[in-house]
């Protein structure tokens, strides 16, 4: 089975700390993403990857930068934390051969900004 | 601007009983639905699929349902259980590699013992 783990499940930070939050999957997926759930808004995609080192801005990239210097490891930096960023935040992985298209995703970081 | 939507944000079903998630979606170009459910504190899990060439497609206890001509689309749930309850997520791909996924707000399902 594909296994997503996030770094943490719960954080806690102050507006303008700069926040890192740490995907790694295990199934040399080319694909990784980061969304933000939030309550009646569903999924929405901040950023993605396809391969080490490239990245696309998803629907709501402002406020947010990633990195991916391992096929394994993507991570989500916010480099100045707003209170507008609380929210869940979901890493997902996807394998660009497999015949579907589904997305595995990790079990989410609460952030809370004070 | 395209969307997927759902009819219903809760459900309350007793259990025993089959219940319906239904989804709503408005870009015609979208080829690939999933299904998935989100479980408090876990993320979304992959239940059931479908593509635009299938209007049925079934698992196990479950069944999605595909209706391009009014775009909708539904998840069906075969003798509800308790651990059925959760929060039921409809996406829709428009065949671009998954880079291009649409979720939709979610329905939380409630199963009633």
């Known amino acids: 089975d594909v296994k997503v783990t996030q770094s943490s499940r719960y954080l806690v930070k102050r507006t303008g700390e700069k926040v890192f939050l740490e995907c790694v999957q295990d199934?040399?997926?080319?694909?990784m993403f980061w969304y933000r759930q939030d309550p009646g808004l569903g999924l929405r995609l901040i950023y993605f990857s396809y391969d080490v080192k490239m990245k696309e801005k998803g629907d709501i990239p402002e406020g947010y930068s990633v990195s991916r210097e391992k096929k394994e490891r993507f991570s989500l930096i916010l480099e100045s934390a707003s209170t507008n960023q609380t929210s869940m935040y979901l890493c997902?992985?996807?394998?660009?051969?497999?015949?579907?298209?589904?997305?595995?995703f990790g079990p989410g970081t609460r952030l809370t900004v004070l | 601007g395209e969307s997927v939507g759902l009819h219903l944000p809760t459900l309350s079903v007793q259990e025993g009983d089959n219940s319906i998630i239904n989804c709503a979606y408005s870009n015609s170009a979208s080829d690939y639905f999933i299904w998935y459910k989100q479980e408090s504190g876990k993320g979304p899990q992959f239940i059931i699929d479908?593509?635009?060439?299938?209007d049925k497609r079934q698992g196990q206890r479950v069944t999605v349902l595909l209706n391009k001509t009014v775009k909708h689309l539904s998840l069906q749930i075969a003798a509800t259980q308790p651990g059925d309850s959760a929060v039921y997520f409809c996406?829709?791909?428009?065949?671009?590699?998954?880079?291009?996924?649409?979720f939709g707000a979610g329905t939380r399902l409630f199963v009633k013992a």
């Open positions: 997902a992985s996807h394998y660009a051969q497999h015949s579907t298209d589904t997305q595995y």
């Open positions: 199934m040399d997926h080319e694909n």
């Open positions: 996406a829709e791909n428009e065949n671009t590699g998954g880079f291009k996924t649409i």
């Open positions: 479908i593509r635009s060439n299938m």
